[in-house]
Every structure is written in structure tokens, then in C-alpha cells.
């Protein structure tokens, strides 16, 4: 709610506000004081990166798509785009022995 009140007055500062990784850092510090091992946070900061990479060519359609279909079927095409993305990611990680699923 506070980055959407934030958006109504700075598109520039909501997307700021949104791009910070808050949640990341939040479980980080969690796993690290439950005591879970270095390796686990690290395999998990490890994996987010490979997760994040497909939505970022999402985030360049959905602003050029937008104006031209409306919101609704630029938010589905948005979401197809990223499992296909994913998809390919997934497919092509798999030749280098990077498992994601």
C-alpha cells in the first residue's frame, strides 16, 4: 500500500521503492539467524538470480504493450511471457548443469 500511495505521487520513486530487494533482505537475515548454513543462503541468493532474469524482459513489454491491448491482457501476456522466458531459461541452464526445477 505505501509504494502504491508512493506511485500516485512519484511514478520514478514507487519503481525505486518496488526495485529495492526488501523482501530478499528480510529473509536473508532470517535464514541467517536461525542459524541456517552458508551454503543454503548462498544456493538461495544463487537461484533468486536465476529466477529474477526472466521477468526482465517483462518489465520492458509491459510499457510498450500497454497502450495498444489495455491493462488486463497486457498483465496475461505479461505473465505467458515470463513462464515462456522461464521456460527457455530453464532449458538452456540445463546444458550448462545448472538444475532450476
Do not use: D
Not at 37 to 55: A, D, Q, R, S
Amino acid at each position: 500500500m505505501l509504494i502504491s500511495e508512493t506511485v500516485k505521487r512519484s511514478e520514478k520513486m514507487g519503481a525505486l521503492f518496488t526495485a529495492l530487494p526488501i523482501i530478499t533482505f528480510s529473509v536473508l537475515i532470517w535464514m541467517y539467524l536461525e542459524k541456517e548454513p552458508m551454503e543454503k543462503i548462498g544456493n538461495y541468493m544463487g537461484y533468486l538470480f536465476w529466477y529474477v532474469l526472466p521477468t526482465l524482459p517483462m518489465l520492458l513489454m509491459f510499457p510498450l504493450v500497454l497502450g495498444k491491448i489495455g491493462f488486463w491482457p497486457t498483465l496475461g501476456l505479461s505473465a505467458l511471457m515470463t513462464i515462456g522466458c522461464f521456460g527457455v531459461e530453464v532449458l538452456v541452464l540445463k546444458r550448462f548443469g545448472i538444475e532450476l526445477l
